[in-house]
Structures are given as C-alpha cells and as structure tokens.
C-alpha cells in the first residue's frame, strides 16, 4: 500500500510536470505567434513603402506578391493591404475629402490602336482647396485592363515626358506580341496631379480628363469578332506630407454609387479569325508557297547562260 | 542624260540625310506621330541599360546582338541621334561599296553612277537609317564581305561573316554560294582572283576553249570531290570561330536572355499578326494549338528548294546569287516587315548593269507589280487596324498577291540577267583557263 501511495505520489508530480509543461509551451507558441504576426505586419508595411504609407506605386505591390490579375485578390488588396491613412495622416477631424460626383467613361478611336477616356468630376469643400494644392494631392486611377488589351509602357513614358500625366506605368503582362489567349491581364496606374490651376477653374469642383492609349491584342478565333469590356477603374487620392520627405498617404475614392457604367458597360469590338477560315487558307498557302517555288525552279533550270548573243543594255 | 558625278551625288546624298535626320528630330518633339522609328528608342534605352552595366536585355522588345547597343552607347552621354548617323553613315557606306564593287569589276563610270542612285536615293533606304534603323549596318558588312572576295582578301571575309551571322542570321544562307566560289579554280596561292570585266558579258566563250568550259553542274562535282581545300576549311574556320567567339561572349555576359531574344527567337518567330507573309493568316488561325513537325516541314520546304536550286544554278555570278537568294528567303519567310527589303535593296544595284530588262515596258511592270502589290496590302491592313473592319481574309488574299509580285520579279530577273561569273577560271599555274572573245564593236 505504501509503495502504492509512493507511486501514486510521484504519478501525480508527473502529471502536474507535464501540465505544467504543456502550459509552458503553449505561452511559448503564443508568444511566438503574436512577435510573427508583429513582423509579419511591420514587413508587410515596409514593402508598402513604410508602416501607413504608399509607395511610388499602388499596384506594384500587388504584383509583388501575385503572378496575375485576379479580380476578387485585387479587390482585397485594395480592401485590406492598402495604407489608406490619408485622413488621419491630414490629422482632419471630419475627414472631409473629395468626393466622386461624376464619372464619363469611353473608348475613343477606330481600329487596333483606341483612347479609354475617363473624364472625373470630384466635388470638395473650399477650405479643402489650399491643402489638396499644399501636400502636392493627386488621383491615381489603376485600370484593369481586360484580357485582349494592353497598354504600351514605353508610350506611356512618353505621354510622361509631354507632361499629359504626372506619372504612369503598366504592371502584370506587358508582352506586346502575343495574342490574347496567351497572355495575361495588366493594371495601368495613372497619376495625375491635382494643380492650383485646376481648382480655380470652379468654386467647389474641379475635373480631371484622362485618355489611356490602349492597343488590342488578337483575339481568340470566333465569329468576326471578339467584345472586350471594361470595368469600373480604382481611384485614389493620395497626398505628400512635407515633413515626411516622399511618404504619401492615400485615400481610396469609390465609384459604385456612379450610374453612368451601370447603365451600360464600356466594350470594345476587335475583329478575330474566323474558324472555318482554317482548312481554305492553310491548304491554299501550302499550295500557293509550293507552286511559285516551282515556277522559281523550273525558270531556273530552264535559264541558259548562252546570253552572250543578247543585245547588251546601252544607256 | 546629262553627267552626275559621283562625288557631288555622294556629296547631296549625304546633306541631304543630315537634313532628314535634323528634322526628324524636329518631327520627334513637335507632332504627335514621331519621325523616329519605334525600334530607336528600344536600341537606345537598350543602350543606355548598357552603359550602367545592365543587361540590354532587361528593355524588352530589344532581341538583337549586345553590339548593337554598344555600338549606340555614345547616345546616352554624346547625343541622342549618335545612332541615325552611324546608320546613315552604313547607309552611305553602302552606296560607296556598291560604286567600288562596280568599278572594280569594270562597269562604265556613268552605268556605276545610275546603279548607285537606286540606292542612295530610293525612299526606303533613305528613310531607314536617319529613322534609326540598323539595317544599313548589316548590308554595309555584306558588301564588304563581297569585296574583299573580290580582292582576295578570303580570311577578311570569313571574319566579317562569321561577325555579320553573330548580328543577323540571315546571312547564313550566302554560306553555300561562297564556299562554292572558294574554288581551286578561282583562288591560287599568291595570286589574286581574277576577275570577269563587265565588258565580256557581251561575249560568248571562245570556241578554242569551249571544251575545257566548266559548268556549275560540273562546280558542283568537282566540290564534292575536293570539298576540302585550303581556302574553304579556313574560311569555315575563321568564321565559326568568329561567330562562336561573340555568340560565346556575349551568352557569357547576358546568359540566357541573350540566347532566347538575340538568336532563338528569330529562329522559332512564327508571328500570328498580320504581316506581308502569306503564313501570317495560317498561323493565326492555327495559334491554338502546336503545328505538327509535317506542317513545318511543308512550309518549310518552298524556301528550303528555291534556295538549293538558285545557288546550284548561279553560285557563281555570286552578287546576282545573292541577289536572288535573298529576295526569295524574305518572300518565302514566315515573318516579312518592311524593313527585310533593304537587305535585297542593297544587293539590286549590283545586278542592274547585267539585265536585259527594259524599263519600259517590263521594268516598270515589275516595279509598278511590286508596288502595287504592297500598297494593295497596306490598304486592307489599314482597314483591319485602323478601322477596325474584319478584313482578315482580304488581307490574306492580299498577300498571295504580294508572294506573286516577288515571283514575278524574280522570274523576269533571270529572264533578264547576262550570266556573268565573278570569276575568271585558271588554269593550275594562274593561266586563263576560259577566255572570252571581244566582240568587234563595243556595246556602249
């Protein structure tokens, strides 16, 4: 019995031991959880410039952790894995931005090679106007672009240069020779500065106009041809706070209250193959290739070089 | 017609693309279409990628060799249009040589002047280079690499080849007819290749010798029974080892990259976009799936005999070979852009002295097909991509139409040409082994 009482005994401090160890580990475990979480978001920050503040880019972070466009991951990001400080950072109480009041989209032009027009009507409060003109405030609209169309970033550089936009640049497939099924979406993002000049045309209002070069890709074999359609672009403002050098803060600008697209998408009509082209036109370019190599051939065996009685050219 | 002297002519030639390319740069920073060449701006951002120590290849788009872009490295730090002179200086370069290679072979000083003027002042060679295009460089070495045969100068043209095959691989189809030429019969130790004058073209072979005439079928024979000679093996040597040497060089700096966008890429480009190729439309539609190794064998095969029975046939008369090798490869191409046509631009004027062929009427046919041709093309094109019509089977058409232009002109090209080997036959001890009878009165 006593030994029974011995075992017993030191059965219960192993138990307690072993309890206690497992409390241990788990403080462990949990503390170590918390400290990744902690860099995990300082890091996450830092990728996106530094804690609370944007990049040069929006979207160029997107496309650092994804290899394509997909609607629904883009949507979280914006959602979730943007710094949008821009009000607290402006340290404004009521945080009271720009607001969307219309926005006119089309597409302009004939043939391969059109403008994605996108004309922005923001209304604001007066008081707002000397802040908007003092942090250097400016829209950014990223457009995704529909699979079929792309967007030239060295003619977007060059649209820079003139001075067209402030900023711009092309993420995601950039290919400019393949055709639509082999190739991937891409986000335009365009800067566009909000001048003092620009604000004064109005008391409370000012408009951005912006025309995108967008060039069609071929699209896959069908009928005749192939719709393309756009969606809604992202807008955000975002503004530089001089004491923090290039740190900017943005605020994202939403566009689902605007009519104007829902009443009808913005599409674009690209001619395409026509599939029952195929069989005529490989069997005609086989033999069409085959027959004037032929002609070449027998015209060469046929040239005799006995041209010395041939009346030379004179001049 | 009244004389033009070379010089003077060389001399506007050269004002007037300084002109051209100070106004392109006028064009470039005032209207919304720009005068410079969209490929320009790919050398040069290549370049200035260079100059920092970057691959070139990191500005896509840029898929030719790294020389390329060093050659225009002074455009980042000397001036941005460094680039259009040096290609309008090869354009001139061009225009000399071919007035070299014509006076070197005889032709009358007024008939080399003419010929030239088909280059210096057609449109599309004009434009090429003060556009920044740097074709003009790759035709400047092809003729050099003719003219330093004709002196002689073999392992100086085996060098320039193997460089020329290293920045285009185009060239690699002159191979054949050259190592043909390298003949025993044209080229003997310590003497330099004869050549035929322009003069004799008018003359048949002297009936004394006409037993001992060797024919390109008999060329053909004795190359496959002494295929290893001297010249030849040195020649294969020197430009290999040149082409392996830069190619190696330059997989060295720019691995891969290089590889797939300098030399694999021109080698599998098969372009579903519309092009002048009568393919373009095929493989569009085709672009879903894989062909099968029949159909590029079937595609392949056109190209591949006109090729073997043109050199077969008049390897000898090398500029006229050229010539027409060249023509029918961008005929039969998969891939045919506009700026291909220089490469056989440059080559017409060396033929042009020995054809038969009248401008009025069959030469200005052949010009007025060929033209019309490709304006018949531009037209749907236009419509298809910048109308926005469905028009890809109109196009297609037109391109058949413009596969037929170019045989008709090579077609009328033989018909037309007075056989002229560039080379003299000799005898073992550098005697005359053919001669040519002259004729009692001069033709001109």
Same mark, same amino acid.
């Given at each position: 019995?006593?030994?029974?009482?011995?075992?017993?005994?030191?059965?219960?401090?192993?138990?307690?031991?072993?309890?206690?160890?497992?409390?241990?580990?788990?403080?462990?475990?949990?503390?170590?959880?918390?400290?990744?979480?902690?860099?995990?978001?300082?890091?996450?920050?830092?990728?996106?410039?530094?804690?609370?503040?944007?990049?040069?880019?929006?979207?160029?972070?997107?496309?650092?952790?994804?290899?394509?466009?997909?609607?629904?991951?883009?949507?979280?990001?914006?959602?979730?894995?943007?710094?949008?400080?821009?009000?607290?950072?402006?340290?404004?109480?009521?945080?009271?931005?720009?607001?969307?009041?219309?926005?006119?989209?089309?597409?302009?032009?004939?043939?391969?090679?059109?403008?994605?027009?996108?004309?922005?009507?923001?209304?604001?409060?007066?008081?707002?106007?000397?802040?908007?003109?003092?942090?250097?405030?400016?829209?950014?609209?990223?457009?995704?672009?529909?699979?079929?169309?792309?967007?030239?970033?060295?003619?977007?550089?060059?649209?820079?240069?003139?001075?067209?936009?402030?900023?711009?640049?092309?993420?995601?497939?950039?290919?400019?020779?393949?055709?639509?099924?082999?190739?991937?979406?891409?986000?335009?993002?365009?800067?566009?500065?909000?001048?003092?000049?620009?604000?004064?045309?109005?008391?409370?209002?000012?408009?951005?106009?912006?025309?995108?070069?967008?060039?069609?890709?071929?699209?896959?074999?069908?009928?005749?041809?192939?719709?393309?359609?756009?969606?809604?672009?992202?807008?955000?403002?975002?503004?530089?706070?001089?004491?923090?050098?290039?740190?900017?803060?943005?605020?994202?600008?939403?566009?689902?209250?605007?009519?104007?697209?829902?009443?009808?998408?913005?599409?674009?009509?690209?001619?395409?193959?026509?599939?029952?082209?195929?069989?005529?036109?490989?069997?005609?370019?086989?033999?069409?290739?085959?027959?004037?190599?032929?002609?070449?051939?027998?015209?060469?065996?046929?040239?005799?070089?006995?041209?010395?009685?041939?009346?030379?050219?004179?001049? | 017609?009244?004389?033009?002297?070379?010089?003077?002519?060389?001399?506007?030639?050269?004002?007037?693309?300084?002109?051209?390319?100070?106004?392109?740069?006028?064009?470039?920073?005032?209207?919304?279409?720009?005068?410079?060449?969209?490929?320009?701006?790919?050398?040069?951002?290549?370049?200035?990628?260079?100059?920092?120590?970057?691959?070139?290849?990191?500005?896509?788009?840029?898929?030719?060799?790294?020389?390329?872009?060093?050659?225009?490295?002074?455009?980042?730090?000397?001036?941005?249009?460094?680039?259009?002179?040096?290609?309008?200086?090869?354009?001139?370069?061009?225009? =000399?040589?071919?007035?070299?290679?014509?006076?070197?072979?005889?032709?009358?000083?007024?008939?080399?002047?003419?010929?030239?003027?088909?280059? =210096?002042?057609?449109?599309?060679?004009? &434009?090429?280079?003060?556009?920044?295009?740097?074709?003009?460089?790759?035709?400047?070495?092809?003729?050099?690499?003719?003219?330093?045969?004709?002196?002689?100068?073999?392992?100086?043209?085996?060098?320039?080849?193997?460089?020329?095959?290293?920045?285009?691989?185009?060239?690699?189809?002159?191979?054949?007819?050259?190592?043909?030429?390298?003949?025993?019969?044209?080229?003997?130790?310590?003497?330099?290749?004869?050549?035929?004058?322009?003069?004799?073209?008018?003359?048949?072979?002297?009936?004394?010798?006409?037993?001992?005439?060797?024919?390109? &079928?008999?060329?053909?024979?004795?190359?496959?029974?002494?295929?290893?000679?001297?010249?030849?093996?040195?020649?294969?040597?020197?430009?290999?080892?040149?082409?392996?040497?830069?190619?190696?060089?330059?997989?060295?700096?720019?691995?891969?990259?290089?590889?797939?966008?300098?030399?694999?890429?021109?080698?599998?480009?098969?372009?579903?976009?519309?092009?002048?190729?009568?393919?373009?439309?095929?493989?569009?539609?085709?672009?879903?799936?894989?062909?099968?190794?029949?159909?590029?064998?079937?595609?392949?095969?056109?190209?591949?005999?006109?090729?073997?029975?043109?050199?077969?046939?008049?390897?000898?008369?090398?500029?006229?070979?050229?010539?027409?090798?060249?023509?029918?490869?961008?005929?039969?191409?998969?891939?045919? &852009?506009?700026?291909?046509?220089?490469?056989?631009?440059?080559?017409?004027?060396?033929?042009?002295?020995?054809?038969?062929?009248?401008?009025?009427?069959?030469?200005?046919?052949?010009?007025?097909?060929?033209?019309?041709?490709?304006?018949?093309?531009?037209?749907?094109?236009?419509?298809?991509?910048?109308?926005?019509?469905?028009?890809?089977?109109?196009?297609?058409?037109?391109?058949?139409?413009?596969?037929?232009?170019?045989?008709?002109?090579?077609?009328?090209?033989?018909?037309?040409?007075?056989?002229?080997?560039?080379?003299?036959?000799?005898?073992?001890?550098?005697?005359?082994?053919?001669?040519?009878?002259?004729?009692?009165?001069?033709?001109?």
């Amino acid at each position: 019995m006593r030994g029974t009482l011995i075992v017993s005994a030191h059965g219960s401090d192993e138990q307690m031991e072993a309890r206690l160890l497992l409390v241990r580990i788990n403080s462990v475990l949990q503390f170590v959880l918390i400290f990744l979480t902690i860099i995990r978001s300082y890091v996450h920050a830092s990728t996106t410039g530094q804690a609370g503040y944007v990049d040069k880019y929006i979207t160029k972070t997107y496309f650092e952790k994804h290899d394509s466009l997909i609607d629904p991951e883009f949507d979280n990001f914006i959602a979730n894995e943007i710094p949008l400080t821009l009000c607290k950072v402006l340290e404004d109480g009521n945080c009271v931005l720009p607001t969307l009041s219309n926005l006119h989209r089309s597409v302009i032009g004939e043939g391969s090679h059109r403008h994605l027009s996108s004309s922005i009507i923001f209304k604001f409060q007066p008081e707002l106007k000397i802040k908007l003109v003092a942090h250097s405030c400016e829209v950014i609209m990223t457009e995704r672009l529909p699979s079929g169309v792309f967007a030239d970033p060295f003619e977007l550089q060059h649209l820079v240069q003139r001075g067209v936009f402030s900023d711009a640049a092309v993420f995601g497939d950039t290919n400019l020779e393949l055709p639509s099924f082999r190739s991937n979406r891409s986000v335009v993002e365009i800067h566009m500065s909000i001048g003092s000049k620009m604000l004064s045309r109005h008391h409370d209002k000012f408009e951005i106009n912006c025309e995108v070069p967008l060039h069609a890709r071929y699209p896959p074999l069908g009928l005749g041809f192939s719709r393309v359609e756009f969606g809604q672009p992202d807008l955000f403002m975002c503004c530089s706070l001089e004491v923090n050098g290039f740190k900017r803060s943005c605020a994202y600008l939403p566009t689902n209250n605007i009519s104007d697209y829902k009443a009808s998408p913005l599409a674009w009509e690209i001619p395409c193959g026509i599939r029952e082209h195929a069989g005529v036109v490989s069997a005609i370019t086989y033999c069409f290739a085959l027959v004037s190599a032929l002609l070449i051939v027998v015209l060469s065996f046929c040239y005799t070089d006995n041209k010395g009685s041939s009346k030379p050219k004179s001049l | 017609m009244p004389g033009i002297s070379f010089q003077s002519l060389f001399i506007f030639s050269a004002l007037f693309r300084v002109f051209l390319i100070i106004y392109g740069e006028w064009q470039d920073a005032n209207m919304e279409v720009r005068y410079t060449d969209i490929d320009y701006f790919v050398f040069s951002d290549a370049a200035t990628l260079m100059a920092s120590g970057k691959s070139p290849y990191e500005r896509s788009t840029y898929c030719y060799s790294p020389l390329i872009a060093f050659l225009l490295m002074p455009n980042s730090f000397l001036h941005q249009t460094w680039g259009k002179f040096l290609f309008s200086a090869s354009d001139l370069l061009v225009g =000399l040589l071919i007035h070299r290679i014509l006076k070197l072979r005889g032709v009358p000083e007024k008939l080399c002047t003419y010929s030239t003027m088909v280059w =210096l002042f057609n449109p599309f060679t004009f &434009t090429i280079g003060t556009r920044g295009n740097c074709e003009p460089i790759i035709c400047s070495m092809i003729l050099w690499i003719l003219m330093c045969l004709m002196n002689g100068h073999v392992l100086q043209a085996a060098f320039w080849y193997g460089l020329v095959v290293h920045m285009r691989i185009y060239p690699i189809i002159y191979a054949l007819p050259i190592v043909l030429l390298l003949d025993p019969q044209h080229f003997q130790p310590g003497k330099k290749p004869v050549l035929v004058e322009w003069s004799s073209r008018a003359l048949k072979p002297s009936s004394a010798t006409s037993s001992s005439k060797t024919s390109i &079928t008999q060329y053909i024979w004795n190359f496959c029974i002494n295929m290893i000679t001297w010249r030849r093996v040195m020649f294969g040597i020197i430009s290999a080892s040149t082409f392996f040497f830069l190619t190696g060089l330059s997989f060295h700096l720019y691995g891969w990259d290089f590889l797939h966008e300098a030399l694999l890429y021109h080698l599998t480009r098969t372009d579903p976009r519309h092009n002048f190729s009568i393919y373009f439309y095929h493989i569009y539609l085709h672009y879903e799936h894989e062909f099968s190794i029949l159909e590029k064998l079937i595609s392949f095969l056109p190209q591949f005999i006109v090729q073997l029975v043109l050199i077969s046939r008049f390897a000898l008369d090398l500029p006229f070979c050229l010539f027409l090798q060249t023509l029918a490869f961008v005929a039969f191409n998969k891939v045919i &852009t506009a700026q291909y046509f220089v490469w056989f631009f440059c080559l017409l004027p060396l033929i042009l002295p020995w054809s038969n062929i009248k401008l009025v009427w069959k030469g200005l046919a052949c010009i007025i097909l060929w033209i019309g041709a490709q304006t018949n093309w531009l037209a749907w094109a236009y419509l298809l991509e910048f109308r926005g019509k469905n028009v890809f089977f109109q196009l297609w058409v037109a391109s058949l139409l413009f596969l037929a232009a170019n045989t008709f002109v090579i077609i009328n090209t033989i018909c037309s040409h007075l056989y002229s080997p560039l080379f003299q036959q000799l005898k073992q001890g550098g005697k005359l082994k053919q001669g040519y009878e002259r004729p009692t009165a001069e033709p001109l």
